[in-house]
C-alpha cells in the first residue's frame, strides 16, 4: 500500500478523534480522500480534498467533520468532532490524479488498509 492511516480509536458519542494518512511518495498532484466502510455496508465517501484546497463532504458529517493536508501536501488528516454511533467503521484514505466524481472508490488508485473507529453510545 502507497498510503498509511493512522489514529482510529475507541470514542464515545460526542467525542472527537483524529485521523492521519502518511503517503509513501509525492501525493501534491493528488486529490484524496477519506472513505469508510461498516461491516456489511459498501463503502462510502466521506471527504475530499483537491490540489489547490478544495473540499467537499458528504452531509452526513458536513459541521462535524474537516479534512485537511499539511502545507508541504503530504500528510493527509480527518478531524472528527461531535461523534455518533453511526461513525462507526473503518476509515480509509484513497488518491487519484484524474477527474471524477469525488464520491466514487473506483476513481480513486491508492488505498490505505484502514484504520478502525468505534463510537459507543
Known amino acids: 500500500f502507497q498510503l498509511q492511516e493512522s489514529g482510529g480509536d475507541s470514542a464515545q458519542t460526542g467525542g472527537s478523534l483524529r485521523l492521519s494518512c502518511a503517503p509513501n511518495?509525492?501525493?501534491?498532484?493528488?486529490?484524496m480522500a477519506w472513505f469508510r466502510q461498516a461491516p456489511g455496508m459498501e463503502r462510502e465517501a466521506v471527504a475530499s480534498?483537491?490540489?489547490?484546497?478544495?473540499?467537499t463532504y458528504a452531509d452526513s458529517v458536513k459541521g462535524r467533520f474537516t479534512i485537511s493536508r499539511d502545507s508541504a501536501k503530504v500528510t493527509l488528516y480527518l478531524e472528527m468532532n461531535n461523534l455518533k454511533p453511526d461513525d462507526t467503521a473503518m476509515y480509509f484514505c484513497?488518491?487519484?490524479?484524474?477527474?471524477?466524481?469525488?464520491?466514487?472508490?473506483?476513481?480513486?488508485?491508492?488505498w490505505g488498509q484502514g484504520t478502525q473507529v468505534t463510537v459507543s453510545s
Open positions: 480534498i483537491d490540489t489547490v484546497g478544495t473540499t
Open positions: 511518495g509525492y501525493y501534491g498532484v493528488f486529490c
Open positions: 484513497a488518491a487519484k490524479d484524474h477527474y471524477g466524481d469525488w464520491d466514487d472508490p473506483r476513481n480513486y488508485e491508492d
